[in-house]
């Protein structure tokens, strides 16, 4: 079976779930932290992926990872996915889940390269703008690339805005170069 047909119908019954417990805020947040978790934590996949290791001591694992313990809603899907031997599955289940949450509640990722840090201002006018125009809640990531020499590149969905002065000096090369020298 598809690896992503499963996930998908695993993040929708997730999803639908924790929206029927009122929970789909504090689910969201507790997803995020376990994908991090599983991303950095070699041990954790090692632990959930272990076929000796039983489903109660799988998930004692994930509640540690938690200063307070997970909402029912978590617990019982970890649970679920336990029980049905699903655990190879599940970091592409909460990707789904992540997506899925953002869709319904209308959030858009974004990131914005610069040169050099820019002030949380400038990033909330973006934010602002950029969600105005989406008609959605926008989270910006920053990075900061010298290389750019001035500028920002700014990326949203399939949107790029390559402002940078290094796009315009590669650009500039380019049209420099392709015409021949003319000698007058």
């Known amino acids: 079976m598809d690896t992503g047909l499963i ?3 695993y993040a929708q019954a997730f999803a639908e779930y924790a929206a029927s417990r009122d929970e789909e805020s504090r689910t969201y947040e507790e997803v995020r ?8 934590d070699r041990t954790l996949r090692d632990v959930l992926l272990s076929p000796v290791l039983s489903a109660e001591a799988k998930l004692d694992v994930v509640r540690r990872l938690f ?16 029980r049905h031997r699903r655990e190879q599955y599940l970091y592409f289940m909460l990707h789904s889940y992540t997506e899925l949450y953002k869709r319904r509640h209308h959030i858009r990722d974004a990131l914005l390269i610069t040169a050099s840090p820019v ?24 990075e900061v690339r010298p290389e750019l020499i001035g500028g920002f590149v700014f990326r ?19 049209k420099l170069g392709s015409k021949p020298n003319r000698i007058v």
Do not use: W
């Open 119 to 142: 002030d949380d201002h400038f990033v909330e006018r973006l934010c602002r703008t950029a969600g105005n125009r989406t008609h959605s809640e926008v989270h910006i990531r920053r």
């Open 156 to 174: 949203m969905d399939d949107v790029l805005i390559d402002a940078s002065i290094a796009a315009q000096l590669k650009l500039l090369r380019r």
């Open 33 to 40: 932290m376990l994908i991090a978790a599983y991303r950095s």
């Open 67 to 82: 200063p307070r313990s997970p909402g029912a809603s978590l617990e019982g899907f970890l649970r679920l996915v336990l």
């Open 7 to 9: 996930a998908s119908r």
